[in-house]
């Protein structure tokens, strides 16, 4: 405080008698100030001289330890000093500063600009290569005085003096004499150790190697360093560590996915993510592989299993090449979305262009949907409820990759129909969780007829009942001896289609059918019955007098195998004509239900011959024997079911005809006039959802409304629209 | 066209027949006039679209009255036009016959309704045999050297020949007229004899109208460029017909 208030009375006491607003007033006081300013000025030089001059003795640590504690002392000293010149500060160096002389400063940044200039400036040098020394023991394994050299970094961020503001913080001395050559050697020494140890280490070592000094590298940071470096640090470190090396490990990946080395793969992928386009070539290795794993997958099972093909194993394939490589994104390739759409890319590629699929891209969705027909229909194995849904889930995995989504409709519905008709569906939960599954996938459009289908067998289902009512009111119970079930269901949303034969309905029957037909006919007056014969079955109770069985035996069988053996209760032999002329069956349909019969031994074949050769004879076999009281005698004939999968395929022909001539039309209603390559184009885009329509197939739906004239050409390649 | 039902068709041509117009713009008259035909003439020269011919040529009249069918006095029918076709000193297979039944806007083979008949010859100052002959022998050179006017020909052509209430030429017929119009429009004769075998061995179906105007682009501008047929572009425009003759022709 005396001193303060000496300095305060220097500068005042030798203030001439006041006039005020003249210039020499000020002159005096300035005068004044700069004495006591110069005089500070050559105090600092000397004493820093001296420090220079000892600072000579010391090298290495012992330099960095004695700049450090000089360092301290000063800067202790030089707050005091400001806080003793003070007044000063705030009149005689303001009023200069105020004047624009730059090379005048308060007292503390004073001292600070004389020990950068007189001390610092020819120390640096030497401090420098001490400091990077002891880091570079650090990368060595050596422990060394972390605090130090963040002292060190500390008096150069503090010597970075802003000339215009001394209160503002520069990073200018800091970035000039510590950052540039502490990047420098950083750089050199990574350089150097990266290409000794790649030379005599494994590639994933090294990569384990680089994981660890990256990480050290953002430690040093934290510990000692200026946080500004950081970036410019990682950079560095990633250049010389990754980026130097990255063809090499790139090289290393197709053998890492080879081996499956998931831990290798993730540290790849952190690895190369941190330089720039680092991931880019890999990708393409990626989906070739995958696509090539998938590819072998199926092509193994397509030769193990030959013709046979079980839905569920080309299911189950599918699914373990996905899922591998599916968690391999998520958990190597952190669900990166490039890896993620590579992947997406390899999956529809194995999953509609292989092996089984070579003859046509539909038998994959075929597949699908008779694995789905297999895990939604009752059978002595049925899976959990959780289970099940689980599956169903897999399937939909599969299905979000089909190319040819309508082939899966085509077959879906087919064995829905197929499953509803013959009530063997699992359960109606499992059904709806299916069909909301693919609406989710595809939309309302895509999943609306097998809603109906549904409605229709709900709607059925009230029929029965309200028939059954009418019929228990008006008639006698002695009347309604036979058992009737019936379904009702609309010929546009079901795939189901009369067969070319004439039958005639057993007379035992025949009541009960009149009875519906008119019922129905009362109630929809003006709708068609078409009855599929072929779906109906019923159900025979057999008596054989001589059999010591007295229950007798329960024949489950089709309308056409009851029409054949009703007879039989009026006489022992038909012969094969006189069948016909009783059923009015043709031969593919005649012989095939006898055929079953035959070979259950319910009907004997006399003699030699074919069943279904001219003048062949049936005769019933009054020792019928069988293990079980119900023999079920209703198997679909095999040609019916190879037929049937000829026609679904034809059918979904048309029906792409239809779809892209529809696309076609709606487009051309909205554009009016196009050029062909846009109606192209616009076309697949609408119908990709459900199949990837060919070009040539597009053209010929254009040449097909051009005759139709729905378009018109108006000249070399443009269409426009006919109302 | 397409929707006009078989009485409406009759009272196109009818209306056509007597006015010498087109048959759209026969369909526009009488649509507007509730399908009376007597109305629809009325309205068809009331509104000055098409001047009534008040100075019919009395040689071209005269010239007409010779070859009509005495059956049906509003046109040449078939024998009068063989008979004319010869008069004009013309080979009844001629090509030119056909860019005259397009001058003239025959509606098909063996018939020059009296106003086409009438106006066409006057668009084209002829009402004598001889002048007439002279107006041939430039339809003849235009066919030859003017792109253009072949390509209008060409594409009349097909409805020219096409057998009434089709829309698609009979290949036979089809195959006929190309020989007649597009043998010497190919590259070279193996070509086009390929497209035949092409067409009626392979392809095997009746031409549409599309397929037979695009096929004069295709054999000018793919055939008959630089690049023949690696000038081809499958995606482009072309009817698929195309496609196929492109891939069977790399076979």
Same mark, same amino acid.
């Given at each position: ?120 400036? &020819? ?61 420098? &050697? ?230 829905? &129909? ?306 | 066209?397409? !929707? ?5 068709? =009759?009272?196109? =041509? ?12 026969? %369909? ?17 020269? =009331?509104?000055?679209? %098409? ?10 009249? @005269? ?7 005495? @059956? ?18 013309? %080979? ?42 002279? !107006?041939? @022998? ?49 590259? =070279?004769?193996?070509?086009? !004899? ?7 061995? @392979? ?27 690696? !000038?081809?572009?499958?995606?482009? %425009? ?14």
């Amino acid at each position: 405080m005396k001193i303060y208030t000496a300095i305060y009375q220097f500068c005042t006491a030798a203030r001439p008698t006041t006039q005020v607003g003249h210039p020499a007033t000020s002159r005096g006081a300035q005068l004044l100030g700069a004495e006591l300013y110069n005089k500070l000025i050559e105090y600092l030089e000397k004493h820093l001289e001296n420090i220079k001059l000892e600072a000579g003795q010391f090298v290495d640590e012992g330099l960095i330890k004695y700049y450090i504690r000089t360092w301290n002392r000063y800067t202790t000293g030089a707050r005091y000093l400001n806080h003793i010149f003070e007044y000063l500060n705030r009149h005689w160096v303001k009023r200069e500063r105020d004047e624009g002389r730059r090379t005048v400063y308060d007292v503390n940044t004073l001292c600070l600009v004389k020990w950068r200039s007189v001390f610092f400036d &020819s120390i640096q040098s030497n401090l420098m290569t001490a400091v990077l020394k002891l880091v570079e023991k650090q990368r060595n394994g050596e422990s060394i005085e972390n605090t130090d050299i963040k002292n060190v970094v500390g008096s150069f961020v503090n010597l970075g003096l802003d000339e215009h503001d001394s209160r503002k913080v520069s990073l200018s001395v800091y970035k000039t004499y510590f950052e540039g050559p502490f990047i420098a &050697s950083t750089e050199a020494y990574y350089k150097d150790e990266s290409k000794r140890f790649v030379a005599e280490n494994s590639v994933v070592d090294y990569m384990k190697k680089a994981e660890v000094r990256l990480q050290e590298e953002a430690g040093r940071v934290q510990l000692y360093l200026h946080q500004s470096t950081e970036k410019i640090l990682m950079r560095t470190c990633e250049t010389v560590l990754i980026y130097d090396h990255a063809d090499l490990l790139r090289d290393e990946f197709q053998n890492l996915l080879e081996t499956n080395r998931q831990e290798d793969l993730k540290r790849m992928f952190t690895l190369l993510s941190r330089i720039q386009n680092g991931l880019e070539p890999l990708r393409g290795k990626f989906e070739t592989h995958v696509r090539k794993q998938g590819l072998a997958a199926i092509e193994k099972l397509a030769n193990e299993a030959g013709e046979n093909l079980d839905p569920k194993a080309y299911a189950d394939a599918l699914l373990e090449v996905y899922r591998q490589y599916a968690h391999l994104v998520q958990y190597a390739f952190n669900d990166d979305t490039d890896f993620v759409k590579s992947l997406d890319n390899a999956c529809r590629e194995f999953i509609n262009r292989n092996k089984v699929c070579s003859q046509s891209s539909s038998k994959s969705p075929e597949l699908l949907a008779k694995y789905s027909d297999a895990l939604l229909k009752k059978s002595g194995k049925s899976a959990e409820d959780s289970d099940l849904d689980a599956k169903l889930n897999d399937i939909m995995t599969i299905f979000k990759y089909i190319d040819d989504k309508d082939v899966f409709q085509k077959f879906y519905t087919r064995m829905l &129909s197929r499953r509803l008709v013959h009530g063997t569906s699992t359960s109606d939960d499992a059904e709806s969780s299916m069909i909301s599954k693919l609406k989710e996938a595809c939309g309302h459009e895509y999943t609306s007829k097998l809603q109906r289908m549904f409605q229709d067998m709900n709607v059925s289902q009230d029929l029965q009942i309200q028939f059954r009512e009418a019929m228990a009111k008006n008639l006698d119970p002695s009347e309604l001896t036979i058992d009737f079930t019936i379904l009702v269901l609309g010929t546009n949303f079901w795939p189901l289609t009369p067969i070319n034969t004439t039958f005639n309905l057993p007379d035992e029957l025949v009541k009960t059918f009149e009875r519906f037909q008119s019922f129905y006919q009362s109630k929809h007056s003006g709708r068609k019955l078409t009855w599929l014969w072929q779906l109906s079955k019923g159900e025979l109770k057999a008596n054989y007098p001589n059999s010591s069985n007295k229950v007798g035996y329960t024949f489950q069988v089709s309308t056409f195998q009851m029409a054949i053996l009703l007879p039989y209760n009026n006489g022992d032999t038909y012969s094969y004509e006189q069948l016909q002329q009783i059923t009015a069956l043709n031969k593919e349909y005649l012989v095939g239900s006898l055929s079953i019969l035959v070979k259950a031994r319910v009907l004997l074949l006399e003699g030699s011959g074919e069943v279904g050769d001219p003048g062949t004879k049936y005769t019933l076999n009054m020792d019928f024997k069988n293990k079980k009281i119900r023999v079920n005698l209703n198997v679909p004939l095999r040609s019916e079911q190879k037929q049937e999968t000829e026609t679904t395929h034809k059918t979904i022909e048309e029906d792409r005809k239809m779809l892209m001539q529809s696309a076609i039309v709606r487009i051309m209603k909205a554009r009016k006039v196009l050029k062909h390559v846009v109606l192209v184009q616009e076309t697949i885009a609408q119908i990709k959802s459900r199949f990837t329509p060919k070009v040539p197939e597009i053209k010929k739906c254009i040449d097909f409304l051009i005759e139709k004239e729905y378009l018109e050409r108006i000249d070399g390649d443009r269409y426009s629209y006919l109302a | 066209m397409s !929707s006009l039902t078989s009485a409406q068709r =009759n009272a196109v =041509n009818q209306f056509v027949a007597a006015t010498g117009a087109t048959s759209r713009s026969a %369909a526009t008259y009488l649509r507007s006039n509730a399908w009376n035909l007597e109305r629809a003439v009325d309205d068809y020269y =009331n509104s000055g679209v %098409a001047a009534p011919p008040k100075k019919e040529s009395k040689a071209l009249v @005269e010239l007409f009255e010779k070859y009509k069918d005495p @059956e049906e006095p509003s046109t040449i029918g078939i024998d009068g036009t063989i008979n004319y076709i010869q008069d004009l000193g013309v %080979a009844l297979e001629d090509p030119v016959v056909l860019a005259l039944a397009y001058k003239l806007d025959a509606p098909t083979m063996g018939q020059f309704p009296k106003q086409r008949f009438i106006k066409g010859w006057q668009s084209m100052n002829a009402d004598t045999i001889p002048k007439m002959k002279k !107006s041939i @022998e430039s339809l003849s050179a235009d066919l030859e050297n003017d792109p253009a006017f072949f390509k209008e020909v060409y594409k009349f052509t097909f409805g020219f020949v096409r057998p009434q209430g089709q829309r698609v030429l009979p290949l036979d017929s089809a195959v006929e007229y190309w020989n007649l119009l597009l043998e010497d429009k190919f590259p =070279n004769e193996d070509v086009f !004899s390929k497209w035949i075998t092409f067409v009626t061995e @392979e392809h095997r179906k009746a031409v549409p109208k599309d397929t037979w105007n695009m096929l004069l682009d295709f054999v000018v501008n793919v055939l008959g460029s630089e690049d023949g047929l690696e !000038s081809y572009d499958a995606e482009g %425009a072309w009817p698929s017909i195309f496609d196929e003759f492109v891939a069977y022709l790399r076979r």
